[in-house]
């Protein structure tokens, strides 16, 4: 079963402010809700950014929160609903006065692995203009998600095999983006992030795998290599 990506609910970014928050929306019992942040990080020490939701608390799992002076600081967090929520209100919040003006995207994703939500993942920081990100090698034909953010060029990044891609610019702070692609098992990929103009990047992201639910191809795959399918 692929992971397929619901991406309608709009990005929210606060210049210069303390936090971002998106909603209110609609997500189904058994949905995955991602969330993928950016900020401005002005100087050290890097505190992480913070997510929260209003209602009842959701259970959030930390992929990435990383950052450094002078740089841009990328952060990224799932939850699995065992329950429908409605007019559900999503914030990203600075980890203190050193990071300002977070942006935050919310995806809706089916189809995922709901015992073993992430599978391969990198995060880095790189000084390279048109990035490619370092390879990851998937553990599933799931869904590849990157998130990037250029501390040193305005204007609005781009992407040459991320689709549906998302992005913003805060004048002065940081431009970033986001966006996905579907993945081969065992097939190693990478994400292109490409900021504006050509001077060097000042680029942080992530790029990580949200594994396909069991079933098909991967999981027979998997039931071969466990010794659990005999020869017919």
Not at 15 to 27: I, L
Not at 87 to 106: F, H
């Amino acid at each position: 079963m692929p992971v397929t990506v619901d991406n309608s609910i709009a990005r929210v970014s606060s210049d210069g402010g303390a936090s971002a928050a998106v909603g209110p929306f609609n997500a189904v019992n058994g949905q995955l809700i991602l969330a993928t942040a950016q900020q401005d990080q002005n100087s050290q020490p890097f505190v992480a950014m913070t997510i929260s939701n209003d209602g009842a608390a959701l259970t959030w799992t930390n992929i990435v929160n990383a950052g450094g002076a002078d740089t841009g600081s990328v952060a990224c967090w799932y939850t699995h609903l065992t329950a429908d929520r409605t007019d559900l209100t999503v914030t990203v919040t600075r980890g203190d006065a050193n990071g300002d003006s977070p942006s935050l995207k919310i995806y809706l994703c089916d189809g995922h692995d709901t015992a073993d939500i992430l599978g391969a993942s990198t995060t880095a920081a790189s000084t390279t203009e048109n990035l490619t990100s370092a390879s990851i090698t998937p553990e599933t034909s799931g869904m590849g998600f990157g998130v990037g953010t250029d501390w040193t060029q305005s204007g609005l990044p781009t992407s040459s095999d991320l689709t549906n891609v998302s992005t913003f610019d805060t004048a002065g702070d940081i431009s970033g983006i986001s966006g996905y692609k579907a993945l081969t098992a065992a097939v190693g990929a990478t994400a292109n992030f490409d900021a504006v103009g050509t001077p060097a990047g000042n680029w942080r992201y992530a790029w990580f795998e949200i594994r396909t639910a069991a079933g098909g191809a991967a999981a027979t795959k998997r039931l071969w290599r466990m010794g659990l399918m005999g020869v017919g």
